[in-house]
């Protein structure tokens, strides 16, 4: 590991704070570190900044130092080139950035010396269709570690959902909106809204209802082999797309399709216990 990134929170100061004491470290190592132009720390500590295009293409893995929403925005600049990521955990779940401020040291020891397990996580793709037309953005897919989720914009009313598997409508709500989750997603906006908890090494769709007027709706699990749309029947344009809490800047119209499907790509998450996952879940959730 010649080439580390590292991006942390903005807006907390103990994760500015521990990752200029990682930068240190690392450039003391003589490893060449590479910080996002436009983050907070490089401008705060006076330290040289790279453009996201450099940055994504030099980097060999990335560190991210802060919560959960750190991680999964620093891990939208690993999907392409499939670059190792390590989460130091500052927030307070830590599903995804699993590395305590205790453990930090050895774990740096152990990226340098590239002594650790590496997990796939499974990413899903989302095209959106009108009229027969993609009108994604630069026609390339929406990429999501966690989540997709569709739902009416404030004051908006209820936005009607047709979920449809295999060219079959399988459920048809009147709701708040909708998540389309990954097993890594399952233990975030999914489980809110009353989801299912799934190991994140499975390979499924999970399709959440949120706050749907009926008093059948479940969560629905699907194999990612299976072929999977969303068709959205708001009255007007009151729905919103949210990529990994995310929201695009597209206008969802009546009678919008989205095409998900499981991604060809993985998310490389730096581990070191087989078992953290169930840890966790353990000691954050119960």
Known sequence: MKNIGIISNNKNKRALSIAKEIYDILIGKKINVFLLDGDKMPDMYKLPAHLEKDFTS????????????????ASKYSFKREIPIMGINVGNLGFLAEVNIENMYKAL???LKETYKIEDRMLIEAVIYRNEKI?????????????FTINRTMFAKLITVEVIINDFPVMNFRADGVIISTPTGSTAYSLSAGGPVVEPKNEVMIVTPICAHTLCSRSIVISPKNELKVRIKARNKNASLN???VRKNIDIQPEDIFKIKKSNLKLKLITFDKDIFFKIFKDKLL
Do not use: H, M
């Not at 980097?59 to 929403?69: H, K, Q, T």
């Not at 009108?135 to 989540?147: H, K």
């Open 109 to 111: 020891e152990y990226v």
């Open 135 to 147: 009108i994604s953005d630069d026609n390339n897919p929406y990429i999501a570690l966690n989540e």
């Open 243 to 245: 990529v990994d809490g």
């Open 58 to 73: 030099q980097v060999d893995s990335l560190i991210s130092v802060g919560g959960d929403g750190t991680f999964l925005r």
